[in-house]
């Protein structure tokens, strides 16, 4: 691989930026200064910027507690997009998914195409769990329409498991696991049954669920055994 493709995938900067860092001298392989950006690196190469060895990974999987407010896509000509919260570069980053704009929680992004289709494929049936609170009293008949499935108007919904939390005056904290994502989907199913969603925040995707410590807008890598769990679960074999 090419060094300035390796420095650009391994989150050092773009492609620009790289060549710029190698024509300033700061790039060095096995302890020598590089001169050309055309230069390949093989395996047992050791790549330094500014004396930091720099590790490439192929794979990056960030998990991200969405604000309210910004849209889950790559770029947006209106609004501010998930990727504006990434300082991290590495190339063909995307969000695996969507959480409505004003909807907060678990985004997962990643560069990893393959594992977003098998996390958002219909037939592996990926559990996603909300925290909500409703406008409205959630009682016994709204678990039981839940889990029977929700009409809506184009189509009816697989079974979903609702569970109310707390009953606080005339709003309802609830938790609602559904196995599909459509749009407005949880709105949706509380509207069809005459209620309305004041908050949503999306808590887990099939095995990963949001770190309670990780603060609204703020990101970190996935840990080896988030990772694990995602690769090999047996929803996604």
Do not use: W
């Not at 020598?32 to 230069?39: A, F, G, N, T």
């Not at 979903?160 to 407005?184: D, M, N, P, R, Y």
């Not at 949880?186 to 770190?211: C, H, N, S, W």
């Not at 080896?224 to 995602?230: A, K, N, V």
Request: a negative charge.
């Amino acid at each position: 691989m090419r060094i300035d493709k390796y420095l650009a995938n391994a989150g050092v900067g773009s492609r620009k930026e790289v060549k710029k860092l190698i024509k300033d001298k700061h790039v060095s392989v096995n302890g020598e200064l590089v001169r050309s950006d055309k230069i390949h690196i093989a395996d047992h190469d050791v790549v330094c910027v500014d004396g930091e060895e720099i590790s490439y990974q192929e794979y990056v999987y960030y998990m991200l507690n969405k604000p309210a407010g910004y849209v889950s896509a790559t770029e947006d000509n209106f609004d501010p997009t998930v990727m504006d919260l990434i300082d991290d570069y590495h190339k063909d980053l995307f969000p695996v998914g969507r959480l409505d704009k004003d909807t907060e929680g678990l985004l997962l992004i990643t560069n990893d195409g393959q594992l977003a289709h098998r996390l958002l494929s219909p037939k592996h049936h990926v559990d996603k769990t909300y925290y909500a609170v409703i406008e409205g009293i959630v009682d016994q008949s709204d678990v039981e329409a839940f889990k029977e499935g929700i009409q809506l108007d184009e189509f009816m919904t697989k079974p979903a498991c609702l569970k109310i939390l707390a009953l606080k005056g005339e709003k309802s904290e609830v938790e609602v696991t559904i196995q599909e994502g459509k749009f407005h989907q949880v709105k949706r199913m509380f509207i069809a049954r005459g209620k309305k969603v004041q908050y949503l925040k999306r808590t887990a995707m099939g095995p990963l669920e949001l770190d309670p410590d990780l603060p609204l807008r703020a990101y970190r890598p996935l840990t080896d055994d988030e990772i694990h769990s995602l690769i090999v679960n047996d929803m996604i074999k």
